[in-house]
């Protein structure tokens, strides 16, 4: 069992920057790729960004690819999502997500999503 906890959300302006992070429990987290997702009101979840659990693969949707960036320390338990140069179409609820075959990225089924945190960027 995994237990996943995001921070790091907020209300930003255009152009500027967060770093979304991802507090893992439990022991099996470094054997699981990780990744996160956002839905926007009235719109469908997607797939923002996933790395393996090696963190030899990753994957970007294209609307982020050039400012957002995924990694994650296995130290630590955590996978971050850092945000550049955000625009307000970024605007949505971040879920971090893990345990999913990257394979089938981007339509991947996690096993395990945290709770969510929400990124507003106002214009």
């Known amino acids: 069992q995994v237990q996943l906890l995001e921070s790091g959300g907020g209300l930003v302006q255009a152009g500027d920057s967060l770093r979304l992070s991802c507090a893992a429990s439990?022991?099996?987290?470094?054997?699981?790729?990780g990744g996160w997702f956002r839905q926007a009101p009235g719109k469908e979840r997607e797939f923002v960004a996933g790395?393996?659990?090696?963190?030899?693969?990753?994957y970007y949707m294209d609307s982020v690819k050039g400012r957002f960036t995924i990694s994650r320390d296995n130290s630590k338990n955590t996978v971050y999502l850092q945000m550049n140069s955000l625009k307000p179409e970024d605007t949505a609820v971040y879920y971090c997500?893990?345990?999913?075959?990257?394979?089938?990225?981007?339509?991947?089924?996690?096993?395990?999503w945290g709770q969510g945190t929400q990124v507003t960027v106002s214009s």
């Open positions: 997500a893990v345990n999913f075959d990257f394979g089938k990225v981007p339509h991947v089924r996690p096993g395990y």
């Open positions: 439990g022991r099996a987290f470094s054997g699981y790729n």
């Open positions: 790395i393996t659990s090696s963190a030899g693969r990753i």
